[in-house]
């Protein structure tokens, strides 16, 4: 009802007043007082109904703040979701930070899309700027400056997954689990791997000091190590008294599958070979093709190797099976792993496992089992984003939970120091046992 309507409503309302009948004439007075009461009340009423309006209009619409000098600011796949405040705090920084004008707003960016990382609470995903992308492009590529580990977060504590051969961290005594708990000054709390790799990283011949606490030790060390250009090593092999094919695969990176094919070109043509031992130890991983590439050496084709999950809502599960020519699947076979062998180096062991029931030597597996997935953006930044979970062939997530060896043997600095390696002699004993070699 229109206020001049509603006005006019009580303008001609007819009051009897007491002691009055319904056809007496009102006294004036009596006029006035109802009018000034009822227009005090419609006053009241439309002030009151104003402020909750616009109240409520304020929620559902709240200050649209305006951002000079910025594209693309909307997207969303299938979601609504106000980035208000966010480009609120965008402006409260610019026009207040007391280093505003120092600041880059391409790095906010970066840093911005960081954030968004940290809160998915997923170590394996992750945003690299250029710089850091150039050197991600450098680690797959097999070379790289630094002191040759491949480092991860368990637990939420940063650690060693392994150490690579004939490297400074080898070099220096870092082990597969050995935490980091700072890094020259810095203590490795709420670091991303990245973050780390930043710090650990420098001009060849610095030296970096890593502060590790060992599983045993009453109490953390420091431990120099000498920067270097790292070369990093795939495979090596060796014939071990006479019949038995040493096989030490230390990544799946790139070149792996190739030089595999030529050391079991070496294998097959060697005819007194009778067993493998295939070393999967502080093997930390890489591509997913390389691992299914050289399984398919041990199993008849079309055999299962590993299977993708992916979210619910997509694609379920993709399926990845042995396409080689199985040369090796009737040879006899153990596999030695440690707490260093992660990713590809888990599938294969496992694969072996599953379909074969070779038996696994050594010390539990990691348990790195996701997918990650990496996209280039325009301006050579790198996201690396975890997209599905492995699963074994018969079902077994690799995630969080690793390989539990059939045979646990434990390696000591002790036996390191006398050259000794009783995960090796078990692997030995297992095959001339089971094998009769």
Known sequence: MKITALMKFFKNIKLCPFGTSPAGRQPRSWRRIFIISASITVVTTLTVGAFYFGLNYGKKQPEMVLVQGVSNIEGGIGEKVD????????NIIKSKYVDAGKTNNQDLVYGAISGLFKALDDPNSTFMPPSDAKRFGEDISGEFGGIGAEIGIRNEQLVVIA???????????LRSGDKILK????TTNNLTVEEAVKLIR??????????ILRNGWDKSKDIPIVRDVIQIPTLDLETKEGNIAYIHLYNFYENAPFLFYKAAVEVALNKEIKGIILDLRDNPGGYLNGAVNIAGWFFEPGEIVVSEEFRAGTESTQVFKSSGNGFFKNTPIVVLMNQGSASASEILAGALRDNRGIKLIGKHSFGKGTVQEVQNLNDGSIVKITVAHWLLPKGQVIEKNGLAPDYEVDLTDEDIKAEKDPQMDKAMEILKREFSI
């Open 83 to 90: 980035f208000n405040n966010f480009w609120k705090t965008w």
């Open 163 to 173: 150490p690579l051969k004939d490297t400074p961290a080898e070099q220096a005594g």
């Open 183 to 186: 890094i020259d000054d810095k």
């Open 202 to 211: 420098g001009e060849k011949g610095k030296t970096v000091v890593l502060t």
